[in-house]
Each structure stands twice: as structure tokens, then as C-alpha cells.
């Protein structure tokens, strides 16, 4: 590698691993190319088009292209949080090992418990979407279609990466026919101009129309930022992609923007091409297809979105198992644990990683949807909240001048972001905000019971040595 410093010899943490029991390293396989797929994979564009976007329509009308459009302006203050940090420290851990390494391993630890409670609870929301659009075929228990899809995710995941980054390639283009299938048609059938969508109208069942305001969109915030959520995954790929000091914020730009644009395009096309304002209110994309064209159209799109959640449950179990790899490796649990974690296989995959996220995920399918869902809301808002915090950090010490990708207009992004995520942490209530506290009360205890007695042998947060500032 040409813009990194040369590798540094250092000694092994007290207690690490060496030799034969040392964690076997990830393979530096994938390229930006490579790694965009996969990560767009896990943003699924057309999935969030058909499950998220409605609930924009049945609220704002013809205002949800502006809510985006808004969200859309945040996520990119937060993908230039994760590109700085995610070149500055390259490693599979992700979030934890990126907070951890500038602000203390005590956040590091905080980031890690929201971060496992994402990529153990999401993969399995996704999958239960599933049994929806398969019912033009066949009528399946969302539950068991949502364990059965993590099953198979899970034995993707074992595979080689580049064979999964292949697959998941070829469901992705599946996808974004879809998405254009949409955008031909809803700007074909147009019924109103470009203007429309920057004045906000719903209406009722009995065609009666009502204006949004502007407070509509923030109420609607939350779900607006959803709709490109998962660009930040590509960090976990990080030592894995060639090149990552360029390559991870080139990643997480890229599927950003990628991301957007799929969505975006179609939303457009709705908002213009459908028939009435209450049929737009009611968001069902599918009947809008229909009538557009045939019932032959609508199952062929609704197969795609199938697939699409299908290849995000693979995506997502191949990035999440990295998470887990890297905590093994850094000593965050009793040693069995540790080097369960670290055992790569055959193919260069973190098996028992994989196992550990893909079993527990199909076992999630039957909890109540609703329950995951408020969790991950709040885990999620805590997670980007302390990103921002870990990259008010970036550019102190050794890491000043350390090689990495500088987002721009630094602080007074972080600062947004951590003003914004605040208020909507402050504003949240309910079992899922509870849920959430306990779990990492339950970790704070771990850690000062624990870890933290322990600081020279466990947590020992750690970088591939090709990419030692």
C-alpha cells in the first residue's frame, strides 16, 4: 500500500494471543466495487421503498420527497463522521474499536453493547418482511418465513466473500430493476408537475385534502431517516477492503449516494404519476404498479423485493459476524469465548461469529416485531450520538496527522449531529427505551465488574498490523 505508513513492529498485549492461537487475520479481498455492493445490499434501496416510504406517504402526502430530501442531508453529516473515523481507524470492530481507540475504551464499550444490539436484532426485522411480498406465491407465517431466511443467511455467510459479494450483486441488480420499473412507469402515467412536491397534501379516504407543514416532516424524521440507513455498515468490511485508508470513506460515500439515488428517483415518479392525492396518502406502491400495468407486473416486483430482503439478510449476517469477530480478538469476553470468535474457516470466515449472530437472529423472528423495532430505534440514535462524540476526538494527538480521509466543515457537523440525535433520545419513551437502558446497564456492570479490573489483558482494542498508525 502506497498511502499508508509502513508496518510498525510492536509487542503483544499482555495476555494476547500468539503464535498457532493468535486470531486469524481477515483477507484483504474486496474492492470498492465489491464492497459498495455489499453494503448497498444491507441498505436494500427498493426494501425501503415498499416498507418505509409508504408510511412517509400515509403522513406527508407530497411532501415525502422533501422529507428525504432533508433526511437524506443528515445521513450525509453522519457518513462524514463514519468516513473520517472509519479510514482513520480501519477495523472490523467498527463503531466500538473506531469511539474506543479516540475517546476511551469506557465509550468503546458503549458503542460496542448498541452496536451488538443492532446487528443482532435488525437482520431478523428484515427477514420477517419476507412472507409479505412472497404471498403472491405463497401464504407463509411471517415468523417462521423471517427464521427460515436467516437460516439461509447464515449459510451464505459461512461461504467466500467474494462468491457472497457475487450473489448479493446479482440480487442487487434484481433490485434496482425494480426500483426502475417503478420510476418508468410512475413517470409515464404522470398527473401532476415537479412542483407539487414542495408543497406538502394528503388526503382522506373521501378524497378531502389537508396541508402538511414543516413540523409534519420533523415528526416524521425518524422513519425519513431510515429510508438510507445502512450506508454506515461498510466500515465493518474495513479489513477487508484493499486499500482502506482511501477505500472505506470511497465505500460509505458511494453507497450513500447510490442508495439516495435509487430511492429517490422512484418517490419522484409516485408522487407524480399517481392517479389521485388519496391513492398517493395510502402509499400501497403495488397497487399503484397494478394499475399501471397488470397484476403480472405487480407479482414480478413484489418477487424482487422478496429477494432483496433475502439478500440483505445475507449482507447483513456477513457484516455483523465481523463485529463479533474483531470483539474476540480484542479480548472482550472470557478467553473460550474470545477465541470462538476469532476462528476463521476454510473460506476465511468467521464461522462461530456467524453462527453467533445468524441462530440467535431466526430465534428473534418470534419475538413481537414491534418490540424490535423500538429497541433498535433507540440503539440506533445512540449509536450515530456517540459516533459523533468519538469524531469530535479525530484530530487530537497522534491522530492529527495520522493518514485518513478529513470530513469537511469539522466540528460544526458532529456538533449537528449530536444536537439532533440528543433531542431525539430526550424525546423518546416506551419498553423499547427501557429495553435498551437495561442492556447496557447490564454491560456497564459487566465492564466495571470485569473489564475494567482487567485492562491490560481484556479489551485490548487492537488494529490489523498493515494498518498501525
Given at each position: 500500500?502506497?498511502d499508508?505508513?509502513?508496518?510498525?513492529?510492536?509487542?503483544?498485549?499482555p495476555?494476547?494471543?500468539t503464535?498457532?492461537?493468535?486470531?486469524?487475520k481477515?483477507?484483504?479481498s474486496?474492492?470498492?466495487?465489491?464492497?459498495t455492493?455489499?453494503?448497498?445490499?444491507?441498505?436494500?434501496?427498493?426494501?425501503s421503498?415498499?416498507?418505509?416510504?409508504?408510511e412517509?406517504?400515509?403522513?406527508?402526502?407530497?411532501?415525502?420527497?422533501?422529507?428525504?430530501?432533508?433526511?437524506?442531508?443528515?445521513?450525509?453529516?453522519?457518513?462524514?463522521?463514519?468516513?473520517e473515523?472509519?479510514?482513520l481507524?480501519?477495523?472490523?470492530?467498527?463503531?466500538?474499536?473506531?469511539?474506543?481507540t479516540?475517546?476511551?475504551k469506557?465509550?468503546?464499550?458503549?458503542?460496542?453493547?448498541?452496536?451488538?444490539?443492532?446487528?443482532?436484532?435488525?437482520?431478523?426485522?428484515?427477514?420477517?418482511?419476507t412472507?409479505?411480498?412472497?404471498e403472491?406465491i405463497?401464504?407463509?407465517?411471517?415468523?417462521?418465513?423471517?427464521?427460515?431466511?436467516?437460516?439461509?443467511?447464515?449459510?451464505?455467510g459461512?461461504?467466500?466473500?467474494?462468491?457472497?459479494?457475487w450473489?448479493?450483486?446479482?440480487?442487487?441488480v434484481?433490485e434496482?430493476?425494480?426500483?426502475?420499473?417503478?420510476?418508468?412507469?410512475?413517470?409515464?402515467?404522470?398527473?401532476?408537475?415537479?412542483?407539487?412536491?414542495?408543497?406538502?397534501?394528503?388526503?382522506?379516504?373521501?378524497?378531502?385534502?389537508?396541508?402538511?407543514?414543516f413540523?409534519?416532516i420533523?415528526?416524521?424524521?425518524?422513519?425519513?431517516?431510515?429510508?438510507?440507513?445502512g450506508?454506515s455498515?461498510?466500515?465493518?468490511?474495513?479489513?477487508?477492503?484493499?486499500?482502506?485508508?482511501k477505500?472505506?470513506?470511497?465505500?460509505?460515500?458511494?453507497?450513500?449516494?447510490l442508495?439516495?439515488?435509487i430511492?429517490?428517483i422512484?418517490v419522484?415518479?409516485?408522487?407524480?404519476?399517481?392517479?389521485?392525492?388519496?391513492?398517493?396518502?395510502?402509499?400501497?406502491?403495488?397497487?399503484?404498479?397494478?394499475?399501471?400495468?397488470?397484476?403480472g407486473?405487480?407479482?414480478?416486483?413484489s418477487?424482487?423485493?422478496?429477494?432483496?430482503?433475502?439478500?440483505a439478510?445475507?449482507v447483513?449476517?456477513?457484516?455483523?459476524?465481523?463485529?463479533?469477530?474483531?470483539?474476540?480478538?480484542?479480548k472482550?469476553?472470557?478467553e473460550?469465548?474470545?477465541?470462538?470468535?476469532?476462528?476463521l474457516?476454510?473460506?476465511?470466515?468467521?464461522?462461530?461469529?456467524?453462527?453467533?449472530?445468524?441462530?440467535?437472529?431466526?430465534?428473534?423472528?418470534?419475538?413481537?416485531?414491534?418490540?424490535?423495532?423500538?429497541i433498535?430505534?433507540?440503539?440506533?440514535?445512540?449509536?450515530?450520538?456517540l459516533?459523533?462524540?468519538?469524531?469530535?476526538?479525530?484530530?487530537?494527538?497522534?491522530?492529527?496527522?495520522?493518514?485518513?480521509?478529513?470530513?469537511?466543515?469539522?466540528?460544526?457537523?458532529?456538533?449537528?449531529v449530536?444536537?439532533?440525535?440528543?433531542?431525539?433520545?430526550?424525546?423518546?419513551?416506551?419498553?423499547?427505551?427501557?429495553?435498551?437502558?437495561?442492556?447496557?446497564?447490564?454491560?456497564?456492570?459487566?465492564?466495571?465488574?470485569?473489564?475494567?479490573?482487567?485492562?491490560?489483558?481484556?479489551?485490548?482494542?487492537t488494529?490489523?498490523?498493515?494498518?498501525?498508525?
Amino acid at each position: 500500500m502506497t498511502d499508508t505508513l509502513p508496518p510498525q513492529a510492536a509487542a503483544p498485549a499482555p495476555g494476547a494471543a500468539t503464535g498457532a492461537d493468535a486470531p486469524k487475520k481477515l483477507a484483504r479481498s474486496l474492492g470498492v466495487v465489491g464492497g459498495t455492493l455489499l453494503t448497498l445490499s444491507c441498505v436494500t434501496p427498493a426494501s425501503s421503498l415498499f416498507v418505509l416510504v409508504p408510511e412517509l406517504f400515509q403522513g406527508l402526502g407530497t411532501y415525502t420527497m422533501m422529507a428525504i430530501a432533508i433526511g437524506s442531508v443528515i445521513c450525509i453529516a453522519v457518513a462524514f463522521c463514519y468516513s473520517e473515523l472509519g479510514t482513520l481507524v480501519p477495523s472490523a470492530g467498527g463503531e466500538y474499536a473506531m469511539v474506543g481507540t479516540l475517546a476511551g475504551k469506557f465509550a468503546g464499550w458503549l458503542v460496542f453493547i448498541q452496536s451488538l444490539i443492532v446487528v443482532m436484532i435488525v437482520p431478523s426485522i428484515i427477514a420477517m418482511g419476507t412472507a409479505e411480498y412472497l404471498e403472491p406465491i405463497i401464504h407463509v407465517d411471517p415468523k417462521i418465513a423471517g427464521a427460515v431466511v436467516m437460516i439461509a443467511a447464515t449459510v451464505a455467510g459461512l461461504l467466500d466473500l467474494r462468491a457472497n459479494a457475487w450473489i448479493t450483486g446479482i440480487f442487487l441488480v434484481l433490485e434496482v430493476i425494480a426500483c426502475a420499473v417503478v420510476s418508468f412507469l410512475g413517470f409515464t402515467h404522470t398527473e401532476r408537475g415537479a412542483d407539487t412536491m414542495l408543497h406538502g397534501t394528503v388526503a382522506d379516504a373521501a378524497g378531502a385534502t389537508s396541508g402538511v407543514g414543516f413540523a409534519g416532516i420533523l415528526a416524521m424524521m425518524g422513519t425519513a431517516l431510515f429510508v438510507t440507513q445502512g450506508f454506515s455498515t461498510a466500515i465493518y468490511l474495513s479489513e477487508e477492503l484493499e486499500n482502506p485508508r482511501k477505500n472505506v470513506a470511497r465505500t460509505v460515500l458511494w453507497t450513500l449516494g447510490l442508495s439516495v439515488a435509487i430511492i429517490v428517483i422512484p418517490v419522484a415518479a409516485i408522487t407524480m404519476g399517481a392517479p389521485d392525492l388519496t391513492a398517493l396518502t395510502d402509499g400501497n406502491i403495488s397497487q399503484l404498479v397494478i394499475g399501471w400495468s397488470n397484476t403480472g407486473v405487480g407479482t414480478f416486483i413484489s418477487l424482487c423485493i422478496a429477494l432483496a430482503i433475502i439478500n440483505a439478510g445475507i449482507v447483513m449476517v456477513i457484516q455483523n459476524s465481523r463485529v463479533l469477530f474483531a470483539s474476540g480478538r480484542d479480548k472482550a469476553w472470557p478467553e473460550p469465548v474470545n477465541h470462538a470468535f476469532g476462528t476463521l474457516n476454510k473460506f476465511s470466515a468467521p464461522w462461530v461469529s456467524t453462527l453467533a449472530v445468524g441462530i440467535p437472529g431466526a430465534v428473534l423472528c418470534f419475538v413481537p416485531q414491534s418490540l424490535l423495532i423500538d429497541i433498535t430505534g433507540v440503539a440506533v440514535a445512540a449509536l450515530y450520538l456517540l459516533v459523533a462524540v468519538g469524531s469530535l476526538f479525530s484530530r487530537r494527538g497522534e491522530h492529527k496527522h495520522a493518514p485518513a480521509w478529513r470530513q469537511p466543515l469539522w466540528p460544526a457537523l458532529p456538533i449537528l449531529v449530536i444536537a439532533a440525535l440528543g433531542y431525539t433520545l430526550f424525546e423518546l419513551r416506551g419498553p423499547g427505551l427501557y429495553w435498551t437502558l437495561g442492556i447496557t446497564a447490564a454491560a456497564g456492570l459487566y465492564w466495571a465488574f470485569y473489564l475494567r479490573p482487567r485492562q491490560e489483558t481484556r479489551w485490548v482494542i487492537t488494529l490489523p498490523e498493515d494498518e498501525r498508525v
